[in-house]
């Protein structure tokens, strides 16, 4: 399958995790997917995608980008999150954190650091 990160294990819980995930985005990821879906920036993004027992909101694997839509949430785990990023960094990927607000407020900023992401 392209676009999946292999040579992990899964566990079926975490599998099924994502995908009540992929069903129940937030609101600034569901608007954000609208524009990065179905190839619209010239790569392929999956949602939701398991990488290292960690679920990451967006991932383009041929440009090995990571996207993370964060929330209030994030506030109160920062310390999870830098340790989160520290090992999927270690893959060799890039780690994007947009917040709720700039997705909500001015999506073009977001595709446009999306982009430079992407060269």
């Excluded at 524009?35 to 041929?62: E, M, N, P, T, W």
């Excluded at 994030?74 to 954190?97: C, K």
Aim: net charge neutral; with cysteine; proline share 1%.
């Amino acid at each position: 399958m392209r676009s999946v990160i292999t040579g992990q294990q899964v566990s079926a819980e975490k599998k099924q995790r994502a995908r009540e995930m992929r069903e129940a985005m937030t609101p600034a990821e569901a608007a954000l997917w609208e524009h990065i879906r179905l190839d619209k920036l010239g790569v392929h993004f999956r949602r939701q995608q398991i990488i290292d027992g960690f679920i990451v909101d967006f991932y383009c694997h041929s440009a090995k980008l990571v996207i993370e839509v964060d929330g209030s949430i994030h506030e109160q785990q920062q310390e999870y999150d830098v340790q989160r990023d520290e090992i999927i960094q270690r893959r060799g990927l890039t780690m994007l954190r947009v917040r709720n607000e700039e997705v909500e407020n001015d999506v073009e900023r977001v595709l446009s650091r999306i982009r430079a992401c992407l060269l």
